[in-house]
C-alpha cells in the first residue's frame, strides 16, 4: 500500500518565480492538507482540498494557491516567490468519512529560494 | 487562535533510560485530539501516540505513553527504554476547531531529542 508522495524532492528556484509542487494521497484518501516547515519550527497549515475545493485555510496570503484533481492528487502553487518561502513543504493525506484527524504525511518537498 | 508550547528545544536521554517531553496548549473548546508526532532526518512526519480529549485515560503504545492532564491542559510523551532510532524531532500537535467553521492541525515548535549510547 503507497503512502502519501510528493514531487519533486528538492527545488531551487529564484525570487519572483512561480513554483508547483505536488502531491498524491495514500490509497483510499479523498482530503489533502499542506503545511509549510521553515527550518527549526513546527509546520504550519496552509489550506485543505476535499471534492475538488478548497475547505480550510490557514494564514497564508493569495500567493499560495492549491488544486485538487479527481483522483485526489493535488497541487500546491506558489507564486511571486519571496526568500522567506523557503521551507520544506509537506503533504498530508486524510480521509473524511474517518478521523478526519488522522493524517499521513508525505516526506516534503524542500523548497529553496535564491 | 490555538496555540501548543513545547518549553524544550532540546533534550538528551542515556539509551534505555526514560525520558519525558512537555507539552502545553491552549484552547477554548471541549472536544479535541492531540498527537506526537516524531521526525527523524529523513523528514517523514511519523504519528507516535494520538489522545482523544473526551477520553479520560492516558494512550500508550509500546514504549510511548502520554500524560493527558485535560484541565491544566498539558499533554506530556514519555519514552521508555530508549532506542538509538528514538532520536529525532518530536512535535507536539492540536487538532480542533479553529473558527469560522473550521478544523486544522496545529503544531509546536518541536522538541528534538538525542539519544546517547
Known amino acids: 500500500d503507497a503512502g502519501v508522495t510528493q514531487s519533486p524532492t528538492h527545488l531551487i528556484k529564484t525570487r519572483g518565480q512561480q513554483v508547483t509542487l505536488r502531491c498524491s494521497p495514500k490509497s483510499g484518501h479523498d482530503t489533502v492538507s499542506w503545511y509549510q516547515q521553515a527550518l527549526g519550527q513546527g509546520p504550519q497549515f496552509i489550506f485543505q482540498?476535499?471534492?475538488?475545493?478548497?475547505?480550510q485555510r490557514g494564514n497564508f496570503p493569495d500567493r499560495f494557491s492549491g488544486h485538487q484533481f479527481p483522483n485526489y492528487s493535488s497541487e500546491l502553487n506558489v507564486n511571486a516567490l519571496l526568500l522567506g518561502d523557503s521551507a520544506l513543504y509537506l503533504c498530508?493525506?486524510?480521509?473524511?468519512?474517518?478521523?478526519?484527524?488522522?493524517?499521513?504525511f508525505g516526506p516534503g518537498t524542500r523548497l529553496t529560494v535564491l | 487562535a490555538q496555540t501548543v508550547t513545547q518549553s524544550q528545544p532540546e533534550m538528551s536521554v542515556q539509551e534505555a533510560e526514560t525520558v519525558t517531553l512537555s507539552c502545553t496548549y491552549d484552547?477554548?473548546?471541549?472536544?479535541?485530539?492531540l498527537f506526537w508526532y516524531k521526525q527523524p532526518p529523513s523528514r517523514q512526519m511519523i504519528l507516535v501516540i494520538r489522545?482523544?480529549?473526551?477520553?479520560?485515560q492516558n494512550a500508550t503504545e509500546n514504549r510511548f505513553s502520554v500524560n493527558f492532564q485535560k484541565a491544566a491542559k498539558s499533554f506530556s510523551l514519555k519514552i521508555s527504554d530508549s532506542q538509538l532510532g528514538d532520536a529525532a524531532m518530536y512535535f507536539c500537535?492540536?487538532?480542533?476547531?479553529?473558527?469560522?467553521?473550521?478544523?486544522?492541525?496545529?503544531f509546536g515548535k518541536g522538541t528534538k531529542l538525542s539519544v546517547i549510547p
Open positions: 489522545q482523544e480529549a473526551y477520553k479520560q
Open positions: 484552547t477554548s473548546e471541549s472536544d479535541y485530539y
Open positions: 482540498y476535499y471534492e475538488e475545493e478548497e475547505r
Open positions: 500537535a492540536y487538532w480542533g476547531y479553529s473558527g469560522a467553521g473550521s478544523y486544522q492541525l496545529t
Open positions: 498530508a493525506s486524510s480521509w473524511d468519512e474517518g478521523d478526519e484527524d488522522e493524517q499521513f
